[in-house]
């Protein structure tokens, strides 16, 4: 009954943010459009870490590149279209993601700060996250979702690994090479 009614709320929250998501993918499109256009040519950007590639909202806000590693996550906050390889930091002393197992349960991974310290990063000044669980040892495709402070405002984010999420584009990050 709890765990029905735990799914059920869920279910909404991932519906009012996947409209969310779109919403502000419309508002973007229409002031970024002519600075798109600008530089189409060169928007095959590559991961900076290898990793995948994952649209906060649209590719010109920033992206999070996720890396997932015998059971470890990590993920990398990077600024939008060409700028992708400046990293982003963020103030969040933890970050959430939560996604849904094939039965309909929800697994959570709870991602910590690793600062970068090359970078002079610290915690709560950061845009490197980690963190660990089980399930992800089996290497399978997920989706995973979950909410950040990044660049002034609390935004989704969408992680679908290994294929990565542009809804504003049909560019393919990694792979489109011309
Ligand atoms: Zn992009």
């Avoid at 929250?13 to 002519?34: K, P």
């Avoid at 997932?68 to 970050?95: M, N, Q, W, Y």
Wanted: aromatic residues 6%.
């Amino acid at each position: 009954m709890t765990k029905n009614l735990i799914i059920a709320v869920l279910a909404i929250l991932v519906a009012i943010f996947g409209l969310n998501a779109l919403v502000s993918h419309r508002e973007h499109a229409d002031h970024t459009v002519a600075k798109e256009h600008d530089h189409s040519g060169e928007h095959a950007h590559k991961a900076p870490h290898s990793g995948c590639l994952n649209e906060i909202g649209s590719c010109e806000t920033g992206h999070v590149e996720v890396l997932v590693t015998d059971g470890r996550i990590e993920i990398f906050l990077l600024a939008g279209g060409h700028e992708i390889s400046r990293s982003v930091r963020v103030p969040e002393k933890a970050i959430i993601l939560r996604s849904w197992a094939e039965d309909g349960s929800v697994r959570k991974i709870e991602l910590e700060p690793e600062p970068l310290e090359l970078g002079g990063e610290k915690i709560g000044d950061c845009s490197h996250f980690a963190g660990s669980a089980n399930w992800l040892k089996s290497s399978a495709p997920f989706e995973a979702y979950g909410w950040l402070m990044f660049r002034g405002a609390v935004r989704p984010i969408v992680v679908h690994y290994p294929k990565g999420y542009a809804p504003s584009h049909r560019h393919e990050h990694e792979d489109d090479q011309h």
